[in-house]
Structure formats: structure tokens, C-alpha cells
């Protein structure tokens, strides 16, 4: 069975630019998951949605980041106007009903210069 | 500032020995869960501990987690190299899976 499939794996873009990062989570999970993964702040959940719909977004870092879950099966992170300080890995997760264990996808390192 | 403290942060030992990572928080989780993440790739889920004082057992690791459900730890016996990894622990709260992970143990077994 497919995991959790992001794309791409890597991305590295200028300052300013816009970003937009995929994520399509396992098959028959209702919640999905977007972290942020840095050396000086370690893990962070940036949102997570329950059957497509945001639940809580409070961990987004400011207006410049925006998430949308227009079906089951997709899910982007956009970020726009990019800047250096946003660069980290950032990973999505899914986890299906009934159960709390996520599964992580690889990750899309991503580099503002 | 991390509502779920690691330590030690890193740790470097031998192949054989034995060793323990902690996790602290002044706040009370309804469960905890505990991680391994390899470079390049995004965390795996080890162990979920739901009840104060429960003790979990995994071949050569047991996970333990605080009686007040505010802090646990996860001993390895004999670590071999395949242990390498960056350990993350992570406490769960409310509804829909909502975790707030730790700021993780860097540790290296060296052969």
C-alpha cells in the first residue's frame, strides 16, 4: 500500500516567490496533518483538517502560509511571498478514524534563498 | 518555548550499552506517543501509552509513561547501530489527534 505521497521532495526558490507544496494522504484517513520541521524549533503542527475541513490552524505562522483540503485525497501548503526564514522540512501526515497513530510522508525540504 | 522538554538533547554511545531518553512537561496528556526518525525521512510511531504509570515493552525497548501522565521515557537495552535516529516524543491532547511533539534526542550508536 502507498503511503503518504508529498511532493515535490525538494524545492528551492528565491525570496518573494510563491510555494506551493502537495500532499495526498493513505487512502480511507479522515484527518491530515501539516508540521514544519526546523534545527531550532524542532516539530511544529502547523494545521490539521477532520473529513476535509481546517480544524485548527493556530500554528500557521502568519498570513503568508494558507492550507486547502479540496477532497479526500489532496491537500497543498502554499506559501506566498516565500522569505529565507521559512525555509525547513515540512512534512504531512494522515491518520484514519477511531485511531491517533499518524503516518508521516518523506517530507519536502525546501530552501529560500 | 517547547511544552514537551527532551533530554538529553544528544547522546553518543557505544554499541551494548544501555541508555535513557526523558521526556518532560509541566502539562497533562491524555496519551503519549514516541517516535523514530531516520535523515531523510519523516518520523515513525514506536509505541502510544494511554494510562498513568503504564509501562510498554518493545523487543529491546520499554516505554513508561509518568503517573500524572506529564512526562515518560523510553529505555533501550544492548542499543545497536540500527537504533541511530532522532527520538521524538509527542503528547496527545483533545479531539481529532492533536500532538505536540517534543523537541527530540539525537542518538548515535556507534559499532
Known amino acids: 500500500d502507498a503511503g503518504v505521497i508529498q511532493s515535490p521532495r525538494h524545492e528551492v526558490t528565491e525570496m518573494g516567490q510563491e510555494v506551493t507544496l502537495r500532499c495526498k494522504p493513505i487512502?480511507?484517513?479522515?484527518?491530515l496533518f501539516w508540521y514544519r520541521q526546523t534545527m531550532m524549533r524542532g516539530l511544529e503542527l502547523l494545521i490539521y483538517?477532520?473529513?476535509?475541513?481546517?480544524?485548527?490552524d493556530s500554528g500557521m505562522p502568519e498570513d503568508r502560509f494558507s492550507a486547502k483540503m479540496p477532497n479526500a485525497s489532496f491537500s497543498t501548503l502554499k506559501i506566498q511571498p516565500s522569505e529565507p526564514r521559512d525555509s525547513a522540512v515540512y512534512f504531512c501526515a494522515s491518520s484514519g478514524q477511531g485511531t491517533d497513530t499518524q503516518y508521516f510522508g518523506p517530507g519536502t525540504r525546501l530552501t529560500v534563498l | 518555548t517547547q511544552l514537551l522538554e527532551q533530554s538529553p538533547q544528544f547522546l553518543s554511545i557505544q554499541e551494548g550499552e544501555n541508555l535513557t531518553v526523558y521526556c518532560n512537561s509541566s502539562?497533562?496528556?491524555?496519551?503519549l506517543q514516541w517516535y523514530r526518525q531516520e535523515p531523510g525521512e519523516g518520523p515513525v510511531l514506536l509505541v502510544t501509552?494511554?494510562?498513568?504509570?503504564e509501562v510498554k515493552k518493545l523487543k529491546r525497548l520499554t516505554f513508561q509513561f509518568g503517573d500524572a501522565r506529564k512526562d515518560s521515557s523510553l529505555h533501550i537495552t544492548a542499543a545497536q547501530p540500527g537504533d541511530t535516529g532522532l527520538y521524538l516524543c509527542a503528547g496527545g491532547r483533545g479531539n481529532f489527534n492533536k500532538f505536540y511533539f517534543g523537541s527530540g534526542t539525537k542518538l548515535n550508536v556507534k559499532p
Open positions: 483538517f477532520n473529513n476535509n475541513v481546517p480544524i485548527d
Open positions: 487512502s480511507g484517513h479522515n484527518s
Open positions: 501509552v494511554v494510562t498513568g504509570g
Open positions: 502539562s497533562v496528556f491524555s496519551s
